[in-house]
């Protein structure tokens, strides 16, 4: 596995030149220019523009979508692409990460450090990643993580624990920047995982390259009572493909991404699909949430919007789109594990440090406990997702493990966070501190499917 370990913003995403620019572009471009002049000072308007340049910005892809790059066809047709291959199991129960992972853990954790947590208030106030934070995620190598080596990656086997640890440590700095930063990476991981060898000569390349696409996985849908397994979202067939309706919500960067996995029922069976973002009769909204703001959560609507025949990812029979989602807890699982770890990190020299009445907080046994309670909370969802994520990885059943592990990040997650805002007073309510942030996160994972997977 070889990695970039540099933590400075590299030049890798293409800047579109004024040539290109949409009548959005046209008017951002205005506005922004305006906003330069000492006019909106003297007039008093420099808070209504820079709102107008915020609102057109989040909200002008109301019934547009990213102008599609063109993704050169390549590849044979019902050829199975290539599989990275299952890790190698000893036999023995142990969670020591290999060189290579321990290698990886310490890079992410030190880009989570010095560029994730730094912004990510501001992230978390626009709901957007700044794009310096994208730009440094490109040059450790997170969108190629789970791509093949053979198809230009760093995986040389299923690499299930290694996202896990990664998405863990992500978290720690930011959960919603964390998204941000894996959501493309998660679309690749699933076309090496499943893809065709036409679909992975197809889209892999611009993910191995210098201009990496944003790319998302739709599968939540804004619906009461949604089950995941059972999407509203539809596809009929038809003589050419397919043609899919339906909405989808909490897609991470939607507005800016050119291409989507898309999850849709056809014939009884769940499926996923591949639809490039410049198809006719889709389009993106924004869509914020209480949590996990700054992964820039949009709304994706898909009215008459044709697929051809070669779009269905992986098999049509439920099985991997079953498989996608256990992925995808799996990968909140450990987002729920890194964020309730920061919790822990944040609250345990607070208390300490914290006076009432002439003592440290943590001198009274209501506090300890508490503190003492997150701690074993969280290593039990520490090991739960990690037993799952070393099944997965080594290609064996790990249902069961990733149900347990879903269903203990979901409940004890949510009281971490609960607890570190109370444990915090007064402070833990307001943003001057970052738990009141982390409650809100943690509140995401037992809502949210899809978006990420490992």
């Known amino acids: 596995m070889s990695l970039i370990p540099s933590l400075k913003p590299g030049g890798r995403h293409g800047v579109p030149s004024s040539e290109s620019r949409d009548p959005i572009g046209y008017l951002v471009a205005g506005l922004n220019k305006l906003a330069q002049s000492d006019l ?8 209504p523009a820079e709102q107008a340049v915020f609102t057109v910005t989040r909200d002008g892809f109301k019934t547009l979508t ?3 790059r063109t993704f050169a066809r390549a590849g044979s047709k019902g050829t199975a692409g290539t599989r990275p291959s299952a890790a190698p199991r000893t036999g023995v129960f142990d969670l020591t990460p290999s060189e290579d992972e321990q290698m990886l853990v310490d890079v992410v954790t030190e880009y989570a450090e010095e560029v994730v947590r730094p912004a990510a208030v501001e992230a978390d106030e626009t709901c957007e990643a ?16 789970g791509v093949p080596e053979a198809l230009g990656g760093i995986s040389e086997e299923r690499s299930a624990m290694a996202g896990t640890l990664v998405a863990e440590a992500l978290a720690k700095g930011d959960m919603g920047l964390a998204v941000a930063t894996l959501a493309s990476g998660s679309v690749a991981t699933a076309l090496g995982l499943w893809g065709t060898d036409a679909q992975q000569q197809t889209y892999l390349p611009a993910f191995t390259g210098d201009d990496v696409p944003a790319a ?12 995941v397994l059972n999407p509203a979202t539809t596809a009929r067939r038809t003589a050419d493909g397919f043609v899919l309706d339906g909405v989808k919500s909490a897609v991470a960067r939607g507005d800016k991404a050119e291409l989507f996995v898309v999850g849709a029922e056809l014939e009884g069976k769940p499926v996923l699909f591949l639809v490039e973002s410049g198809v006719a009769g889709l389009s993106v909204e924004g869509d914020p949430s209480m949590g996990v703001r700054a992964a820039g959560l949009t709304r994706l ?22 498989e996608a989602v256990r992925l995808s807890r799996l990968a909140w699982c450990a987002l729920a594990v890194g964020t309730a770890q920061a919790v822990l990190d944040y609250v345990t020299p607070y208390v300490k440090e914290r006076e009432a009445f002439g003592e ?5 046994q209501s506090v300890a ?25 080594a290609g064996k059943d790990f249902s069961r493990e ?22 915090l007073g007064g402070h833990g309510y307001v943003k001057e501190h970052p738990v009141e942030r982390w409650y809100r996160d943690l509140r995401a994972i037992g809502i949210m499917e899809g978006t990420v997977l490992v």
Request: proline share 4%; net charge neutral.
């Open 301 to 322: 609507t898909l009215d008459g919007v044709t697929v051809p025949a070669d779009a269905v990812l992986g098999e049509s029979d439920g099985s991997t789109y079953t």
């Open 402 to 423: 990733v149900a347990l592990a879903r269903k203990a990040c979901t409940d004890k997650g949510m009281q971490i966070g609960l607890d570190g805002v109370q444990l």
């Open 130 to 145: 700044p794009e310096s934070v994208l730009k440094a995620s490109l040059e450790i190598g997170l969108p190629i993580l």
């Open 360 to 364: 440290p907080i943590a001198h009274r």
């Open 40 to 47: 909106l000072d003297r007039v008093g308007l420099r808070k």
């Open 216 to 227: 998302a996985l739709a599968l939540v849908e804004p619906t009461v009572l949604f089950d």
């Open 369 to 393: 406990f508490m503190v003492a309670n997150i701690a074993i909370e969280l290593q039990a969802m520490r090991l739960l997702t990690y037993k799952a994520a070393s099944r997965a990885a």
């Open 66 to 68: 990213t102008a599609s």
